[in-house]
């Protein structure tokens, strides 16, 4: 009998480690897709707006019933070259004076979210993941250029693409259906370009940046 108490214990302790093992919560993801991928621009395109499905993998109930989930969502245009020309008056007219290319620009972007960005994450996690209008990365051809004058026109850029619509956000675009299945709605200004868009869904837990899905 003390033999087989001996045995009985000894399986006991081998079981017991790979169920805890079993216990592992899986990693959270997050998935996305289209509600058409493609759209006609005709010659009477006023706008559209583009509806993203999506869905978490292996959620935490507790953070969802906490409402700690956020999801941003992203739709980039083709990336182009873009020349930004500075104008100064000169005997009463404005003529070129400087210009500074950028290179790989998205010529459109729209983002989606749950709240408003501050809410969602910090200022850092935005600049890390080069994410919202503010935030893209616009890279110089000529990097030897002052810091100053590349920021000058950098903020002329943006300024140009905000106004013309092509750079916009759409704050509680992004709706949560249910725990895990979420809808974005993003909005495609009259003159988006035409040529291959990308959209980029980003999912934040407790304001930490978890995991990125693109399609």
Same mark, same amino acid.
């Given at each position: 009998?003390?033999?087989?108490?001996?045995?009985?214990?000894?399986?006991?302790? /081998? %079981? $017991?480690?790979?169920? #805890?093992?079993?216990? &592992?919560?899986?990693?959270?993801?997050?998935?996305? @897709?289209?509600?058409?991928?493609?759209?006609?621009?005709?010659?009477?395109?006023?706008?559209?707006?583009?509806?993203?499905?999506?869905?978490?993998?292996?959620?935490?109930?507790?953070?969802?019933?906490?409402?700690?989930?956020?999801?941003? /969502? %992203? $739709?980039?245009?083709? #990336?182009?070259?873009? &020349?930004?020309?500075?104008?100064?008056?000169?005997? @009463?007219?404005?003529?070129?004076?400087?210009?500074?290319?950028?290179?790989?620009?998205?010529?459109?972007?729209?983002?989606?979210?749950?709240?408003?960005?501050?809410?969602?994450?910090?200022?850092?996690?935005?600049?890390?993941?080069?994410?919202?209008?503010?935030?893209?990365?616009?890279?110089?051809?000529?990097?030897?250029?002052?810091?100053?004058?590349?920021?000058?026109?950098?903020?002329?850029?943006?300024?140009?693409?905000?106004?013309?619509?092509?750079?916009?956000?759409?704050?509680?675009?992004?709706?949560?259906?249910?725990?895990?299945?979420?809808?974005?709605?993003?909005?495609?200004?009259?003159?988006?370009?035409?040529?291959?868009?990308?959209?980029?869904?980003?999912?934040?837990?407790?304001?930490?940046?978890?995991?990125?899905?693109?399609?």
């Amino acid at each position: 009998m003390r033999r087989l108490a001996a045995l009985a214990a000894a399986t006991l302790l /081998v %079981v $017991l480690p790979a169920t #805890a093992q079993d216990a &592992v919560p899986l990693p959270e993801g997050i998935q996305i @897709g289209l509600s058409t991928d493609r759209v006609a621009i005709t010659a009477d395109f006023s706008g559209a707006d583009l509806t993203i499905f999506g869905a978490l993998e292996n959620p935490d109930p507790l953070v969802s019933r906490q409402g700690r989930y956020d999801v941003i /969502v %992203v $739709l980039e245009g083709p #990336a182009r070259q873009v &020349v930004v020309r500075r104008k100064d008056r000169i005997l @009463g007219m404005w003529i070129n004076t400087r210009s500074e290319t950028f290179v790989n620009v998205p010529v459109s972007y729209s983002m989606a979210t749950t709240r408003p960005p501050q809410d969602v994450t910090t200022p850092d996690s935005y600049r890390q993941l080069s994410l919202g209008p503010a935030n893209i990365y616009l890279e110089p051809e000529e990097k030897r250029a002052s810091p100053l004058t590349i920021q000058e026109f950098t903020d002329a850029l943006r300024e140009r693409k905000e106004g013309l619509g092509l750079y916009s956000d759409n704050i509680g675009g992004v709706q949560f259906l249910s725990a895990n299945l979420f809808r974005a709605t993003l909005h495609l200004a009259p003159n988006v370009p035409v040529g291959t868009h990308k959209a980029r869904a980003f999912l934040f837990r407790n304001g930490l940046f978890i995991k990125e899905t693109s399609t």
